[in-house]
Nanobody, 121 residues
């Protein structure tokens, strides 16, 4: 299983971006997917996760109401819509796939390479 994230870039505070993550390999529809981020000098942190059936969806408190995770199983793609972006959202964003939609990075088996999001004030 390989993951390829894209969609990062430079945006002003208050703006929006949509990240995409294409998952290659079999049985994408059976995986839970998640997004994590890592800011310079900080540890990787959980952003959002979504179960294979779309019922289990969780968000970090810091992004609730601003970010939305979705998936298109037919395209083997997971998305992260980010609205009302803040400078503190600046980080490298990583997509991941695993068995369960948890907030713990250690539970995800497969990771993408990351895409940089920079939010200017």
């Amino acid at each position: 299983v390989q993951l390829q994230a894209s969609g990062g870039g430079l945006v002003q505070a208050g703006g929006s971006l949509r990240l995409s993550c294409v998952v290659s390999g079999r049985l994408f529809s059976s995986y839970a997917v998640g997004w994590f981020r890592q800011a310079p000098g900080k540890e990787r942190e959980f952003v959002a996760a979504r179960g294979w059936n779309g019922i289990s969806i969780t968000y970090a408190d810091s992004v609730k109401g601003r970010f939305a995770i979705s998936r298109d199983n037919a395209k083997s793609t997971v998305y992260l819509q980010m609205n009302s972006l803040k400078p503190e959202d600046t980080a490298v964003y990583y997509c991941a796939a695993g068995v369960r939609p948890t907030d713990r990075a250690s539970t995800y088996n497969y990771w993408g390479q990351g895409t940089l999001v920079t939010v200017s004030s």
